[in-house]
């Protein structure tokens, strides 16, 4: 997983690489989990189709990325 804006996360170390995941993850890192572009992660987020944002600051929004997968997960045994 990418490092956002420059910050290293610091929830725990991913088990493959050793890198340390993100707790919390932007529109553009949701959409390249999807793989969909970041304006339909907009437009889900806007519709409701996404689990629950996390509001940072006045215009900052970010997703959990264990809400993000445990929701893949879910869609993969509703498909």
Known sequence: ???MNGRQPTNGNHPATGRLDPL???AGA???IL???KRTVERMHADGELPASVRI???GVRWRLSDIRAWVDQLERTT
């Open 30 to 32: 949701v959409a390249a």
């Open 57 to 59: 600051g006045k215009t």
């Open 35 to 37: 793989s969909v572009s």
């Open 1 to 3: 997983m990418q490092i």
């Open 24 to 26: 919390l993850i932007d």
